[in-house]
């Protein structure tokens, strides 16, 4: 079992910028890729960044140049530096980890852009 625990959602005016956070914890296996997704109510989650094990990191169009993923390998850590936020940025915001046989999720952190 993987613990995923996130911080660092709030309310934040546009353009403004914000940084999450997610620790993992309790894992006897090796992370591989880690990520964050965000999900809007009545849409589907959909992918925002993610890291991969060596660095290789993916992100939505929509947040290109904008936000920026990174991690802490000792400390099994993900973060994402949200920069130039818009108000179709509010979403919740969850952190996703894999192992090699497995996906965690955890239960999410709000973030709020207002116009």
């Known amino acids: 079992q993987v613990q995923l625990v996130e911080s660092g959602g709030g309310l934040v005016q546009a353009g403004g910028s914000l940084r999450l956070s997610c620790a993992a914890s309790?894992?006897?296996?090796?992370?591989?890729?880690m990520g964050w997704y965000r999900q809007v109510p009545g849409k589907q989650r959909e992918l925002v960044a993610a890291?991969?094990?060596?660095?290789?990191?993916n992100y939505a169009d929509s947040v290109k140049g904008r936000f920026t993923i990174s991690r802490d390998y000792a400390k099994n850590t993900v973060y994402l530096q949200m920069n130039s936020l818009k108000p179709e940025d509010t979403a919740v915001y969850l952190c996703n980890a894999e192992t090699r046989y497995f996906e965690f999720w955890g239960p999410g952190t709000q973030v709020t852009v207002s116009s």
């Open positions: 890291i991969t094990r060596s660095g290789s990191t």
């Open positions: 309790g894992s006897q296996f090796t992370i591989n890729a």
